[in-house]
């Protein structure tokens, strides 16, 4: 006994707020109010039955606070727990558990970001590090390059299979009517645009965009009340391997292998359940090593696993559905979207795009230079 | 309890200034420690001993990163022979030359100014200068 239960707790609201190019002078804070009010609309649920508030943006250092007050509440339970793009996934877990207990009723999940328009060097403050800063690395490009030199190196895995990440990702883009890229995106298209950080052009790299977001959760016995189907947690599981790119332990390896495994443990599901992957793509090669470190191929094989359309649509096996990180939108710290994606998956509400019969989906957050990860796999009624 | 009268990066950077490559070495895990701190990761003991590094070291991994002015430089992540990984950058030859398994060895680089000295590295069996030449140049 003891722990997270399977089940116990539900994502009943998602939205996203405004994307891309936000108006002049708004603020992350307003990006997550007017996420958690579309959030709260999708649900049927109102400001005055939220007693948790859980959120994160790389641009308020008391986000809690400001939007606590923004929102005019005084919430039971709060949670800033900030870990990089991965957080909101740690968010459900802790959220869960705050269900769990009793701790709250209703939990909103919220994030925003105005980097696009206030510049990205504004947006999140770079740490000096004396063992690293000196050599100039292009973070966090440059530390996810390094990464990608060992897995071409160790495996063979060549270009032309990471630009098939960001091509799939395209196609699902223009599945999107609110993805940001708009047009078809070729290998030979990739591979001549403009290098940043060796293996990666521009376009093996996420998008820089504004955006924000909510998600609502609640236990499952008040998510059988609401007005749409619930999108049960089956599974959390989480882990941290590094801080600092020069201090992971191997490079071709992430956390997603054991995060991965505890949400399979939790859920008492395996890879073979997972009817869609939501799977954080901030670089071409995260898609690659996550595909592996999951389960859904061998290590060393997931080059080889996403060439030919296999991710695409139509393919084998559908990731990142909405355009991911890569051609949707990007605002730094993208994990919320994952879930948001993940939900509407599960409830057939993506039109173009949707998957037919998804029951189960996992969505994977990554943060900080692959040093975060956290697993949340989430399914239908029926697969409680 | 005694108060820490030097930090562990003021101490590397120390060496660093003499010209010496150094890491630390916890006593009680019997493995190299890096970057230099007060608690051993490995243990907890805070029984943590300064070595100098031979200053040979393997390639692990490498990236030319290219900015928006300026010519594209080499960052890489070598791994000491002694047992640790820093990142550094490898020197003298072309940043897209620099692989993996490449043996390089330490040497200080002194940027001026405010800014402290450095390592970086360089091939240990150095390239015959100016083009390829035949082989066996080196």
Not at chain 2, 78 to 97: H, K, N, Q, T
Request: aromatic fraction near 8%; include cysteine.
């Amino acid at each position: 006994m003891g722990g997270l239960q399977r089940g116990s707790a539900a994502i009943v609201g998602v939205a996203e707020s405004d994307l891309g190019a936000v108006a002049a002078e708004i603020s992350p804070i307003d990006l997550m109010a007017q996420g958690i009010h579309r959030a709260l609309a999708d649900c049927g649920l109102a400001l005055k039955d939220v007693d948790g508030l859980v959120c994160a943006t790389a641009q308020s250092r008391t986000s809690g606070l400001n939007l606590a007050e923004y929102l005019g509440i005084s919430p039971a339970f709060i949670d800033t727990t900030i870990l990089g793009g991965s957080s909101f996934m740690f968010h459900v877990a802790h959220a869960q558990m705050a269900l769990q207990l009793g701790l709250c009723q209703v939990a909103v999940i919220a994030y925003g970001s105005t980097q696009r328009t206030i510049g990205r060097r504004h947006a999140s403050v770079h740490e000096y590090n004396p063992y690293e800063t000196p050599f100039h690395p292009f973070l966090p490009s440059t530390a996810y390059a390094l990464a990608a030199s060992r897995h071409m190196h160790q495996f063979g895995t060549t270009r032309e299979q990471l630009a098939a990440v960001a091509v799939a990702a395209r196609q699902w883009a223009l599945l999107n009517p609110v993805a940001w890229e708009k047009k078809p995106l070729s290998v030979p298209e990739v591979l001549a645009a403009r290098m940043i950080s060796y293996p990666f052009t521009v376009r093996d790299i996420c998008l820089v965009t504004d955006g924000g977001g909510a998600v609502v959760m609640t236990t499952a016995e008040r998510a059988r009340s609401l007005k749409k189907p619930p999108a049960y947690v089956l599974g959390c599981g989480q882990a941290i391997t590094h801080a600092n790119i020069s201090s992971m332990p191997d490079l071709t390896v992430t956390g997603a292998l054991a995060s991965g495994k505890a949400a399979y443990d939790m859920a008492k599901l395996g890879p073979g359940d997972i009817d869609v992957l939501e799977l954080y793509d901030a670089f071409t090669i995260n898609t690659i090593l996550f595909l592996e470190d999951l389960g859904f191929c061998a290590k060393g094989e997931g080059g080889r696993f996403v060439e030919g359309g296999h991710i695409a649509p139509g393919g084998g096996l559908p990731v990142n559905t909405n355009g991911g990180g890569l051609s949707y939108c990007h605002p730094g710290m993208y994990g919320l979207f994952l879930l948001i994606e993940a939900t509407r998956q599960l409830r057939g509400e993506c039109g173009a795009r949707q998957v037919a019969g998804c029951e189960t989906a996992i969505a994977h957050g990554n943060g900080g230079v692959l040093s975060s990860q956290s697993t949340v796999i989430l399914g239908v009624e029926a697969t409680v | 309890m005694e108060r820490i009268a030097q930090s562990p990066l003021a101490v590397y950077q120390a060496y660093l200034d003499r010209g010496e490559l150094a890491y630390q070495w916890s006593l009680e895990a019997s493995r190299a420690v890096f970057y230099p701190r007060l608690i051993c990761p490995y243990t907890g003991s805070e029984r943590l001993e300064w070595r100098l590094s031979a200053g040979l070291g393997t390639v692990y991994a490498t990236t030319v990163t290219h900015p928006r002015d300026g010519a594209p430089y080499n960052v890489a992540l070598i791994d000491i022979d002694e047992g640790f990984r820093l990142m550094s950058r490898v020197e003298d030859i072309a940043p897209d030359a620099v692989a993996i398994g490449m043996r390089v060895k330490f040497r200080l680089h002194r940027p001026g100014g405010d800014e402290p000295p450095y390592p970086v590295f360089v091939p240990v069996a150095t390239p015959t200068l100016p083009s390829p030449g035949p082989a066996g140049g080196a």
